[in-house]
């Protein structure tokens, strides 16, 4: 889908939400929110907005860091003598600060200045926190490249940041745990470094914990814990905040002294920052009573969940939360899945929830804070800046530099893996962080338009969803209810009817039940059976099911996210009635309570649409043959195609019912022969371009979940259309030994010209 930059700018959806009238919104303070500097209102998804009203601008925001530009200009931050009066009244007013905040007149709102406080970890950051950053003074940019040096100093103000601040007070203040989607190049390490920092020089014997699934992403040089200590190290040699150093050790580095026997001192200010590894012990934040725990990479981290739930209720006494879990990553070449799943269900582990106002079509749903990459970007186009002196951001520009970037990104990667990666760490949504990251094998720049036509053109939208059931008046015929009908005749949501699963992965506050979703009615036409009858209906080895089921048997309460769900699609061959083309013609998504009610829902789409011999199923799992043998229906059922994989067999080869796939090479295989289905040429459009095979798939969530891809995560669509390619491939095999059985016939034929007549 060619797309310019004024429309990238003009469809962003934060843009839209900074830009629009908020006075309808119910502000937290007003809800019983802890929010003394009404910043954050509720919106209308019951999520948290940020109150950025049009217009505002940050000014004079060098009243914020007088502190920082003194010791810049002098290298050290007072001339007061050590312990006297005034060096101990700084030094108060200082911690006050860096534990309440500063205020100071630095907002402008509808051309007033006013006052407006920053948190005191941002006053510590901005403050007390030496960082790697761009020497703006350095600054050039060309049409063709920008350039810079990077100088250590203290961090400039900039409003993104002041957000992501006020969001962690506020979640602390609240009771609230955090999930962070951030990008490369926003500073996100170094501010929460400085917060860990900050807690620990200014909390006396409390413990914070670092988590990652491997403790090279925090003790390594340039890791969480590093950075931290260095902080800690800067206080004690720089500021008037020394409590002394304990233990130096990054995995147990703790502050306070010994008396000069070699014990701890009584007044030993005794507090502990702990770096512990994440894999395969989610038990590792455990017994340390900490007033914050902190998860580094959380794409890296597959036993998530796990950790999760043993570490949240740990930071609880009774009713009280008595500690915060803060948990934040970037794309990387890890499972995002996990990180995803929670990411869209905050509340699911008590995560502050944020109305989804990032990601396109979204604000009715609730998601976990996301900072676009675009917003806090230090750039330039021409003399138009992204960010002005005093740290406001020009969304507008930033997002024409975004754009750019990803443009020369797009044209000079040598895989489109390549640039889906660049995407997902660069992101000015959270859909764009959770695409694969690792090599997909079926994502494609038409893949991804086809996604994006499906999700915002409505003339896809032609589906209906419901049911299959037996007639009630007679049980030999198979009828498909909708929804809409069920409910008006007095049916209950979630009890006699279920709605399309929409979430990929499922989202938590979506039943995992699922329904049928349908696009296309069986034909009927009027066809010679097997006994040489005229009869009308739907005429067999027109339709055939694809279908991947579950092992086991889960209560619906007991059904997570992370657990696999049945995959049932119905598709139409090619054959005289479609002019050759393919086409999916209804889908199931969902998990029942037992296996049964899955295999009786694809029994009865075999039935509607007449799947005699033409329902793949793999049987790795479940009990759908022994089910459909106590019906009576396996001749419904595909046998093993076993000449896939063995091409020398010859003839009818009697398999056993169902699909065999395991996880080893077939499997494999079966990923590649999908991927060749899905890129076969089917026919051309109007335009004459090209028409793929995966542009009969109407189910967006399938063709999400194609671009979502990974061989780590759980898959079950994918899994199930593997079952689809088998079929499509058996087609090939199956005319190939056609082919070479007219041949042998022609070969072996006799020539009449030379026949003897006698």
């Not at 007061?80 to 200082?94: A, L, T």
Request: net charge neutral.
């Amino acid at each position: 889908m060619e797309q310019t930059v004024e429309k990238y700018i003009k469809d962003y959806p934060f843009l839209q939400y900074i830009n629009e009238d908020k006075s309808h919104y119910k502000h937290a303070k007003d809800a019983g929110y802890d929010d003394p500097d009404d910043l954050f209102l509720i919106g209308d998804s019951g999520g948290f907005l940020l109150n950025i009203q049009p217009g505002d601008r940050f000014v004079n925001t060098h009243l914020f860091t007088e502190a920082a530009d003194f010791y810049r200009k002098n290298k050290c931050y007072t001339f007061f003598k050590q312990d006297s009066v005034p060096h101990r009244r700084f030094r108060k007013r200082e911690e006050y600060r860096r534990k309440h905040g500063y205020t100071a007149p630095c907002l402008m709102r509808n051309g007033v200045v006013q006052d407006v406080r920053i948190t005191g970890g941002m006053y510590n950051y901005l403050n007390y926190t030496m960082i790697e950053q761009l020497d703006t003074k350095s600054a050039k940019a060309t049409d063709k490249a920008s350039t810079g040096r990077k100088v250590y100093d203290f961090p400039k103000f900039i409003d993104a940041q002041f957000w992501t601040w006020h969001i962690m007070e506020f979640a602390q203040r609240n009771g609230f745990h955090l999930i962070i989607d951030k990008t490369r190049r926003g500073g996100f390490s170094y501010i929460m470094a400085a917060d860990s920092a900050n807690d620990i020089n200014l909390n006396s014997r409390k413990t914070l914990i670092h988590v990652a699934a491997d403790k090279k992403y925090l003790t390594a040089t340039g890791g969480l814990t590093d950075f931290t200590i260095n902080n800690l190290r800067f206080y004690e040699t720089k500021t008037p905040f020394v409590r002394g150093i304990l233990s130096t050790n990054s995995e147990n580095f703790r502050l306070g002294f010994k008396l000069p026997n070699g014990t701890v001192s009584p007044k030993s200010w005794n507090s502990a920052l702990f770096s512990v590894s994440a894999m395969n012990n989610p038990d590792c934040a455990i017994g340390k009573d900490a007033m914050k725990v902190k998860v580094e990479e959380l794409s890296t981290m597959d036993n998530f969940d796990d950790f999760m739930s043993v570490t949240e209720p740990a930071m609880r006494t009774g009713s009280y939360v008595t500690g915060n879990l803060f948990c934040w990553g970037t794309a990387t070449s890890g499972n995002m899945q996990v990180f995803e799943t929670n990411f869209y269900s905050p509340q699911s582990f008590g995560f502050m929830p944020f109305e989804n106002v990032w990601d396109k079509d979204s604000r009715n749903e609730c998601c976990g804070y996301f900072k676009p990459y675009a917003w806090g970007l230090q750039g330039q186009i021409g003399e138009q800046y992204a960010m002005d002196e005093d740290g406001n951001s020009n969304l507008v520009i930033g997002l024409q530099i975004a754009f750019k970037e990803r443009e020369y990104k797009k044209a000079t990667s040598k895989t489109f893996a390549d640039y889906i990666n660049y995407l997902g760490q660069y992101a000015n949504m959270p859909s764009e962080s959770f695409s694969s990251t690792t090599e997909n094998l079926f994502s494609s720049e038409s893949l991804m338009s086809w996604e994006e036509s499906l999700r915002t053109d409505n003339r896809f939208k032609f589906y209906v969803d419901g049911t299959v059931i037996e007639d009630p008046n007679d049980k030999r015929r198979v009828i498909f209810k909708t929804n809409a009908r069920i409910e008006a005749e007095g049916g209950k949501l979630n009890q006699d009817f279920y709605e399309w699963i929409q979430g990929v992965p499922r989202k938590g506050h979506e039943h995992p039940h699922g329904c049928v979703r349908l696009w296309f009615n069986p034909i009927k036409v009027q066809y010679t059976d097997k006994d040489g009858n005229q009869v009308m209906g739907t005429p067999p080895g027109i339709y055939s099911i694809s279908y991947d089921p579950v092992g086991v048997n889960k209560e619906n309460r007991a059904i997570t996210t992370k657990h696999s769900h049945n995959s049932i699609k119905v598709w139409m061959e090619p054959c005289q009635y479609n002019n050759f083309k393919p086409a999916l013609a209804a889908a199931y998504y969902g998990r029942p309570e037992k296996l049964e009610e899955a295999d009786w829902i694809c029994y009865l789409l075999a039935r509607l649409y007449n799947c005699v011999g033409t329902t793949a199923v793999e049987i790795n799992r479940g009990e759908t043959v022994s089910n459909f043998t106590k019906w009576k229906a396996l001749r419904y059922l595909m046998k093993d195609p076993v000449e896939i994989w063995d091409t020398s067999l010859k003839g009818k080869v009697a398999g056993t019912y169902g699909v065999n796939m395991g996880d080893g090479t077939k499997k494999l295989e079966g990923l590649r022969l999908l991927k060749e289905m899905l890129y076969t040429v089917i026919g051309k459009d109007e335009l004459g371009h090209d028409v793929y095979f995966f542009q009969t798939i109407y189910d967006y969530q399938s063709i999400l979940e194609l671009k979502k891809w990974n061989n780590l995560g759980n898959f079950d669509r994918v899994s199930e259309m593997i079952m689809r390619a088998l079929r499509w491939r058996l087609f090939d095999v199956q005319a190939a030994k056609e082919l070479a059985h007219r041949k042998k016939i022609e070969k072996n034929s006799d020539n009449i010209w030379t026949r003897s007549w006698f």
